[in-house]
């Protein structure tokens, strides 16, 4: 128990599994979170992300009292305020979990570089992912770029190793010095309704897998399309900010043995795959995968965009997703496929100015989930969606919310509409909906404009 050493935080937020706090478990330690929004540069923390991350921090920062030490708290550049804490401390190396964003990645070969100079080590452990995206690949040696054979390597790769248990005590430092505050909550309360569904932190992450449980997982295949109902595990933010690791999700649900384990391990598995892509293509937040869309013809239009945001499409299933989105900080995966196949296909809008407003409004916000998701929408990434593939609105919401229970949730102007034109209101009799806009854009009209300008980018004739 001589050497102390420092924990840095980043988006590891539990202590339980967690392969960094183990490696200094027994020796004096001073955890620190620094808040690096210079660094970041576009991919700072997104406004519901800040909201999140405040909660979680105060959830940590308790956890870790309740077993002996304060979590130091810091907002600047961590090229410098790293290197100077753990001078101030005596700490010879710095253990942290591996970050894949290419500015983290960028950030600590600079600062392992200069903590050598020193003498001193940034010691990089695993526990973000449940394969090493650098390590996996196919039979020709290169990274995957198709869905399918990348989770057949990690299945046939074998269980991972079962999770750790958090420590029950641990050792602060001689002297730690005073953190700061952050300041991350929205200076105007549009969260307000946040707490009503999320609880940030490792306990409320723990109790979201234990409420998802058997019952869910056994009902996961078919209920997980079905976005009135909670048919998914909701444990996106959770895992966003690890306070949860893959691995303990991964082996909950094989111990909870139910038929729908292996279609819900799938879906973790795109979260792998995300990091996959983005480590070994860095430029995907940025610029399309597939290159040939650099010269998409994208018709930008603020109006479009704002109304997309708003929720006033005219689309019902489209405006109930993005209500959702903007009331609670997160989104069904099913609408979130058919609010971004509305606006880059049907309105021609960039998939960046969609991918911009998740990042911003998501409690999940993950760069490399919602980059590889949106130019899977889009048609131009990795393993993309055929560009041919444009979702209709009305068949989505018939199939998917055929009695209107998630539409009228969130889009309260149209309940008085009889189930059958819940998700075409604009064929209703006149008086049945008030304060509601007519389609944005006529739907067989934008499907051909998007096949034709599609079309012409991949060199064929629309
Ligand atoms: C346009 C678009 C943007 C998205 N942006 C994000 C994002 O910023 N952050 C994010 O975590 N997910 C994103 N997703 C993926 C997916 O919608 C969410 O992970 C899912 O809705 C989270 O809900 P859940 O935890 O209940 O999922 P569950 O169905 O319970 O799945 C369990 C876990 O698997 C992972 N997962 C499931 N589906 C996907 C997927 N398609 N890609 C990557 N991981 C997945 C998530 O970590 C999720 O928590 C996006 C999808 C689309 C279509």
Redesign the pocket.
């Known amino acids: 128990m001589t050497r102390p050493a420092l924990l840095w935080f980043r988006n590891d937020l539990r202590l339980a599994d967690n392969p960094a706090l183990m490696a200094v478990a027994d020796r004096p330690i001073l955890p620190v979170f620094v808040l690096d929004d210079d660094a970041a540069g576009a991919w700072k923390h997104g406004g519901a992300q800040r909201w999140w991350l405040h909660h979680a921090l105060a959830s940590l920062g308790a956890d870790l009292s309740r077993r002996g030490v304060d979590l130091h708290l810091a907002q600047g550049d961590a090229a410098i305020i790293i290197p100077a804490l753990a001078a101030a401390v005596g700490a010879e190396d710095i253990h942290v979990a591996q970050r894949f964003e290419p500015w983290g990645r960028r950030q600590d070969e600079a600062i392992a570089t200069a903590l050598k100079s020193t003498g001193r080590r940034l010691v990089r452990h695993r526990g973000t992912l449940l394969h090493d995206p650098h390590a996996l690949r196919t039979g020709q040696g290169k990274p995957y770029q198709v869905y399918t054979p990348f989770s057949r390597a990690i299945f046939a790769a074998g269980e991972p190793a079962p999770p750790m248990d958090a420590p029950a005590r641990l050792h602060p430092v001689a002297n730690p010095p005073a953190g700061a505050t952050l300041d991350l909550l929205p200076k105007r309360d549009w969260a307000k309704d946040f707490p009503k569904h999320w609880q940030p932190g490792e306990a409320g992450a723990a109790k979201r897998l234990a409420a998802f449980g058997t019952r869910a997982l056994a009902a996961y295949d078919g209920a997980?399309n079905i976005p009135a109902i909670p048919g998914?595990?909701?444990?996106?933010p959770h895992?966003?900010f690890g306070e949860i690791s893959p691995r303990q999700v991964w082996h909950a649900a094989r111990e909870a043995g139910a038929t729908g384990s292996h279609t819900?391990l799938k879906?973790?598995l795109?979260?792998d795959f995300?990091y996959h892509l983005l480590f070994n293509r860095p430029e995907m937040p940025e610029a399309p995968l597939a290159e040939k869309f650099a010269a998409f013809p994208w018709q930008p239009n603020p109006k479009y965009l704002a109304a997309w945001q708003r929720g006033m499409t005219g689309y019902p299933i489209v405006d109930a997703g993005m209500r959702q989105l903007w009331a609670t900080g997160w989104m069904?995966?099913r609408v979130?496929?058919i609010v971004?196949s509305l606006l880059v296909k049907h309105l021609l809008q960039p998939w960046q100015d969609g991918q911009d407003w998740?990042w911003d409004t998501?409690v999940?916000?993950?760069l490399a989930?919602?980059s590889?998701?949106?130019q899977w929408?889009a048609g131009c990434g990795a393993d993309a969606a055929p560009y041919f593939r444009v979702f209709n609105p009305m068949l989505q919401g018939a199939k998917f919310d055929p009695e209107g229970t998630y539409v009228t949730r969130w889009v309260p102007e149209l309940a008085r509409l009889p189930k059958n034109l819940i998700h075409q209101p604009w064929e209703a009799p006149p008086g049945l909906v008030r304060d509601y806009p007519p389609p944005i854009i006529d739907h067989a009209f934008g499907r051909a404009r998007a096949l034709a300008a599609y079309a012409a980018i991949k060199g064929e004739t629309a």
């Not at 998914?232 to 996106?236: A, D, I, K, Q, R």
Request: charged share 25%; net charge positive.
């Open positions: 997980r998914t595990s909701g444990l996106s895992l966003r819900f879906e973790v795109w979260r995300a069904h995966n979130r496929m971004a998740f998501l999940d916000g993950d989930s919602n590889a998701s949106w929408v």
